[in-house]
Structure formats: C-alpha cells, structure tokens
C-alpha cells in the first residue's frame, strides 16, 4: 500500500501542518509519499528531504519569530509585493541544491502555469524550486518563468489548495490530507449601498496613503486569494475525497500572520486534530 501525506496551502495557517507532523511522528506513522501545495510544499518538502518534526517545529518558531526575515519583507519592484528574494534564501539555506529524485521520501508539488492555463505538477528536478514555485502567491510574490519548459509558473492553490487529486495519480492507495481553509461559499447576504463621494481633505488623504483605517492592498489581495480557494477546496474535497481529512481550526489567522503566538497556537491545533482520527491511519 502506498500511503500519502498530502498538505494543503494557506500561508501562516500552515504553521499548523507542523502540528500535524508532531503527532504523526510520536505515534511512528511514516508516508511513502509526500504531496505539497504553497506553505504545504514548503513543510512537505523539509520532511520529504529527511528533516525530523522537532527539527521542522524549530524552523517553524524560527521563521515565526522573525516572518520579515524571510517572507514578509517588502518588495520594491513591480512584479511583486513582497520580496521574493527572502523566500528563496530562506529555501535554500535548508534545501540548497538537493533534487527530489535524492529525497528519502517520494515528494511532489504542485503549481499552475499562467501561459498554458494548466496545473503543473512538480515530482523531479530541484527541491528549491519546487517549493518556491508552488508558494508563489500571485502578485505577491513574483511568477517565475523557466524558458527551458515556456512556463511561467505560480501557487498551486491557484487550481488544487489541497492536491488529493495529484497524489492518486502518482499512485497513492491511502491519502491523509490537511485542509487549512474555511470552506466556502458561506451563504449570500443582500445590501442597500448609499450613494458615496472620496473624500479629498488633507487628513482622508493621508490616511488613505498610510492605509489608516483601511485594508491595504496586500491584505485585500491575499484575503480575496483565500475566500476563492476556499470555496475551491469545497468542490475538490468532495470530488476527490482523501481516506482522512484533517482540518484544524485555521478561521482566525489570516495567510500573512506569521507571529509566535500564531505559530504556539496554530502547532497546537493541527496536533490535536491529527489525534482525533490517528487510529484510523493504516501503520
């Protein structure tokens, strides 16, 4: 039988997944396979290359205690939000050059290429870029194009947030997959919108330059990015349904929340919801 752990997207929510690998490692449930998607590749592939849990839950705090570091730095040109630059040392300080075909654990993740409009799974070639391609959120982190294929390649979730799909196609006969996301569509809600004018004082100006008492554009986007996978993973959840399905409680913190207390309380929940269904995971 090959068993596959498939770990699903959601920025800081995954912060959870490490969680998950906690429990699964003290109750010595090993996978054949590991199946990734965005922060879910990103951890997948750590323990795919051989990292232990408690080692993974330190790089975890490590990113959680200082987030600017490594992924939420601004960025200061126009094909990006945030620095991608970070992401990418922060990956190959840990998975430098190492290619999947080495991995002791069969690995994949996947991404979605914005020039052929199709989902693109990543299971050979560099660890790294695997990884960085399948977490590219798009617009927030730059697209990056490989010449050598002509694809231009973003986040999986764009198509498949939690990619069950992907690991029965690889072969996997048992599939344990963690879902981070709400799922949606939550029901409609009809509203009366009064008439509106910008305001264009001194003091609406300058709050609207240091988005004081408004969302900035980062936080719309990525909030929008998570409702459309939400309502995603609610189709592919039940048109391809893993064996077990864990789904810790993620609704409070936000895909950029990356801080310690998230990280404490995010690890805590994703080890509890992985106890709830251990005993029906095959050893």
């Known amino acids: 039988m090959v068993k596959a752990l498939v770990l699903g997207g959601g920025g800081a929510k995954g912060m959870a997944h490490i969680g998950v690998l906690k429990a699964l490692n003290e109750a010595g449930v090993r996978f054949d396979m590991v199946v990734g998607c965005s922060i879910g ?10 990292y232990s849990a408690p080692l993974i839950e330190r790089i975890g705090r490590e990113i959680a205690s200082s987030p600017r570091r490594d992924f939420l730095a601004p960025s200061f040109t126009p094909v990006e939000i945030l620095d991608s630059r970070r992401m990418e040392d922060f990956l190959r300080r840990y998975v430098g050059d190492l290619k999947i075909e080495e991995l002791p654990v069969r690995f994949a993740a996947n991404a979605y290429d914005i020039i052929t409009h199709r989902e693109v799974v990543v299971s050979s070639g560099s660890l790294m870029a695997a990884m960085r391609v399948s977490a590219s959120l798009p617009g927030i982190f730059e697209a990056i194009t490989f010449r050598s294929v002509g694809m ?6 764009v198509v498949d947030p ?3 799909r992907v690991a029965r196609q690889l072969g996997a006969d048992f599939v344990l997959a963690v879902n981070l996301l709400e799922r949606y569509p939550k029901g409609t809600v009809e509203v009366k919108l ?5 305001r264009h004082s001194l003091v ?10 408004r969302r900035n554009a ?14 995603l993973v609610e189709y592919l959840l039940e048109s391809h349904p893993p064996d077990v399905l864990v789904e810790p409680n993620t609704g409070d913190v936000g895909i950029l929340d990356f801080n310690l207390r998230n990280y404490e309380n995010l690890k805590e929940r994703g080890y509890r919801a992985t106890l709830e269904v251990l005993e029906r995971i095959p050893r």
Not at 152 to 157: M, P, R
Not at 204 to 213: C, G, T
Not at 220 to 230: I, K
């Open 41 to 50: 590749a990103i951890i997948g592939g750590l323990y795919a290359a051989g």
């Open 162 to 164: 939690v990619p069950v």
């Open 204 to 213: 609406s100006n300058l709050a609207r330059l240091l988005s004081v008492r």
């Open 218 to 231: 980062l936080a719309v986007l990525s909030e929008s990015f998570m409702a459309y996978q939400g309502a």
């Open 194 to 198: 009064p008439y509106f004018r910008r």
């Open 152 to 157: 231009t390649l973003v986040d999986g979730g």
